[in-house]
């Protein structure tokens, strides 16, 4: 099993729609968690970074950590087709030198 | 946000020769920085880490020899692809943590092609 695992998609949907974006892992050490965007050849871009459970918002995107279920969530809400790309969760234990763990990424289509 | 820069955005080299690829962080200094591989329509995978003034970490079944890593100041590291192949085309993004944060940063990548 891999230690964090995203469903790869391709996930469409029509503008205007509520996106939700999942990572689950195994290890319950992690503590911190990130949610990056990547569109197509260029370098994934820092969306919403979370420590512990909760939730956390920004704009149109909101983060939903649930640690009790391995389970976090990226929801953006109102989708435009700008949001098109690969959506990458990342997350590390306690350790501040530990490196994050990124998951395999999800891509995703909003349609016009 | 903080920003990284990448050089070239693109090479185009020839089998046997080297690249060098460079990775700079603008406005903040890192005291750590990454580098990774990405194939198309794959993940990131995380070939070393390099922290200012020491040795880079490399991760299982990373060439250190090949790779070569050197992290000189707190805002630039390079990447040197020795002896390139045609396996060795890829997509390098190199992202950087500064010394007050623990957010990576990207690099908007190098795409390198081995003829």
């Known amino acids: 099993q891999k230690e964090v695992e995203q469903d790869p998609g391709p996930l469409s949907v029509p503008e205007g729609a509520i996106v939700s974006l999942n990572c689950t892992y195994s290890n319950s050490a992690f503590q911190y968690f990130m949610w990056y965007r990547q569109y197509s050849r260029k370098g994934p871009e820092l969306l919403m970074y979370?420590?512990?459970?909760g939730n956390k918002e920004d704009g149109r995107f909101t983060a939903q950590v649930d640690k009790s279920s391995k389970y976090i969530s990226l929801f953006i809400r109102d989708s435009q087709p700008s949001d098109s790309a690969t959506y990458l969760c990342?997350?590390?234990?306690?350790?501040?030198?530990?490196?994050?763990?990124f998951g395999p990424g999800t891509r995703l289509s909003v349609l016009p | 946000g903080a920003v990284v820069s990448q050089h070239p955005s693109w090479v185009i080299c020839k089998s046997g020769t080297s690249v060098k690829i460079e990775c700079r962080s603008l406005?903040?200094?890192?005291?750590?920085m990454f580098w990774y591989r990405q194939f198309p329509k794959q993940s990131l995978m995380l070939m070393a880490t390099s922290n200012e003034g020491s040795k880079a970490t490399y991760e299982q079944g990373v060439e250190k020899d090949k790779f070569l890593i050197n992290h000189a100041s707190l805002t630039l590291s390079t990447l040197t692809v020795t002896s390139a192949h045609p396996e060795d085309s890829s997509f390098y993004i190199c992202s950087a943590r500064g010394t007050s944060g623990d957010e990576q940063f990207f690099g908007p990548g190098t795409r390198l092609t081995v003829l």
């Open positions: 406005d903040f200094q890192a005291t750590t």
């Open positions: 990342a997350m590390r234990d306690r350790n501040y030198g530990q490196n994050f763990v």
């Open positions: 979370t420590y512990s459970s």
